[in-house]
């Protein structure tokens, strides 16, 4: 469709800027400027800090980096090729930071709009920088009037009704919303409540990208005053899309993308996140230790769909109580996704640490440290090859592993990122499965077969833990929802076996603090959102 001289086209860019890279971040919005301009668009909408990246941490502490953002921001009023751009930036005013959105028009008298509602738990921890805004931001174009909030407002019906109350006719939200299964449905829910109240259309635009243990999803929308969703942005990728408002309408001038199966998005959120965490650092390669089990081969396929079969490298390193299946169904899988393969077996190093330490442990009986000497062993290989070829060395546990601390310091734990790090072992299989079904790239045995670390004669992990279809379910409550045992209890588990599971939760956070960054995935995952002491008397019954 055509829009007419009297209505009003709007731009929503999902970009993937780089946290601190302020110059090239301005770059990033100009382009998209020069590319909405030359589409005819009138209006052009940036998430939330797309100047800074989100989210920026200290480096909003740092009065260098505030004056590299209000320079990068007078360059884009310079540059600005004749549209008008809302765009999220960091504002110093008489001493004071807020979360803002700089409404930038041809010719100058920039507005600006201050977050009201800054949150504080979780990921976020806003209120540590910014102060809260008190105060509408609605304008003017071709006649029209546009209200300004950012991300967390939203959430609340006061900032949308302030606008309506002042007159806005359109309400436009700027994000930086994180992803985690189920957050794109519950994002709609509360815009919908928004249009509700106020009988206003809402254009939504979202960062995407990853940035540390966030990954950012995009999946940008614009909502009708009937809450009909006329437009939705792809997930996980770069995106512009545009929308014509001509008299009442929102009609797309842009293909609509199609909501994503949840397990498709979760392993979508681990290929971007585990992209952006190698690239965006400086590396090119990445190296992993593939043992012929079903984390290590999920990881591996997420590796190449990331980067590419060139930038991945496998190492097979077996020991005596490695299967002979382990090793072929590993060289097969490797063959399968085109990856460079290593094998190098570990007999000699365990040997040479065994027999260094003989004298130390004489008289005393072998036990788990035999056990963490070959996880180890292979973690010192590892990481030579990592130090060696300047390849970042992924980790393969998952969170169901790192909850109960079943995973060895300095060994298997070693590594730069953990991209199964808030995924539980249940869904890797899901996920498994899920990628198989796209095109065959891990070996139906390794998804088959009993788990196993093979650090023992016919060890299985249901040897130490509780079968995962009913550890996963606790960790659940216990690790997410924060209930306590004896709500776990009450729901039909097994006293002493939620007691167990408990008790490895607690006594191992000194593990997961030492653990390498993972992407975040679900409501609750170990990091900045969840953290409990190391040293504690606390237990929770």
């Not at 990853?210 to 999803?217: I, K, P, R, W």
């Amino acid at each position: 469709m055509t829009c007419t001289a009297s209505s009003l086209r709007i731009a929503l860019a999902q970009m993937n800027p780089l946290v601190g890279d302020i110059a090239g971040n301005a770059e990033r919005i100009l382009e998209q400027a020069r590319r909405a301009q030359a589409r005819g668009s009138d209006l052009l909408l940036l998430p939330e800090l797309a100047l800074t990246g989100y989210p920026p941490e200290d480096l909003l502490f740092r009065r260098q980096f505030i004056d590299q953002a209000e320079t990068a921001l007078q360059r884009i009023e310079r540059n600005n090729p004749g549209l008008t751009l809302i765009v999220g930036a960091p504002r110093r005013l008489n001493g004071v930071l807020y979360n803002g959105a700089a409404v930038l028009r041809p010719g100058g008298n920039t507005l600006w709009y201050h977050k009201q509602r800054l949150p504080n738990y979780g990921v976020f921890d806003e209120q540590r920088y910014f102060e809260a805004g008190d105060r509408p931001c609605v304008f003017e174009l071709q006649g029209r009037r546009i209200g300004v909030t950012v991300c967390e407002d939203i959430w609340y019906p006061e900032p949308a009704a302030q606008a309506r109350d002042a007159g806005a006719e359109l309400i436009v939200n700027l994000n930086a919303s994180p992803f985690h299964a189920s957050k794109p449905s519950e994002r709609m829910a509360q815009v919908s409540e928004r249009v509700a109240e106020t009988g206003l259309p809402v254009c939504y635009v979202n960062l995407v990208g990853g940035q540390d243990e966030l990954v950012f999803d995009g999946q940008g929308f614009v909502m009708d005053g009937s809450g009909e969703v006329v437009l939705r942005q792809p997930a996980f990728d770069e995106d512009s899309g545009e929308v014509c408002w001509q008299g009442d309408e929102l009609i797309p001038l842009s293909e609509s993308a199609s909501e994503l199966p949840e397990t498709e998005q979760l392993y979508r959120a681990l290929v971007l996140a585990t992209r952006d965490y190698v690239t965006k650092n400086g590396f090119e390669r990445v190296v992993l230790g593939l043992s012929g089990g079903i984390d290590s081969a999920l990881v591996l396929a997420i590796a190449v769909d990331a980067l590419g079969a060139e930038a991945v490298q496998a190492v097979m390193m077996p020991y005596r109580y490695t299967a002979d299946i382990s090793r072929s169904d590993a060289a097969q899988q490797a063959r399968l996704l085109g990856v460079r393969y290593s094998e190098i077996p570990i007999e000699k190093p365990v040997q040479a640490f065994i027999e260094v330490l003989s004298e130390e442990f004489a008289g005393l009986g072998r036990d788990v440290t035999e056990e963490n000497l070959q996880a180890r062993s292979r973690g010192v290989i590892l990481m030579a090859i990592s130090n060696k070829k300047g390849a970042m060395l992924l980790t393969t546990g998952n969170k169901s592993e790192m909850s109960v601390g079943y995973a060895t310091l300095y060994g298997d734990m070693a590594g730069g990122f953990a991209p199964l790090k808030d995924v539980a072992k249940l869904r890797v299989y899901e996920l498994a499965r899920w990628r198989n079904r796209q095109s065959p790239a891990i070996p139906e045995r390794v998804i088959e077969r009993p788990p196993s670390a093979e650090l023992a004669p016919d060890q299985k992990d249901e040897d130490s833990l509780p079968p995962y279809e009913v550890l996963d379910p606790i960790l659940e409550r216990y690790i997410e929802q924060d209930k306590s045992v004896a709500d776990i209890v009450a729901e039909g588990f097994d006293e002493e076996t939620v007691k167990r599971v408990a008790w490895l939760v607690d006594v191992n956070e000194y593990k997961r603090r030492q653990a390498p960054p993972g992407v975040r995935v679900t409501r609750r995952a170990f990091g900045k959102e969840r953290r409990y002491p190391i040293t504690s008397g606390f237990r929770r019954v």
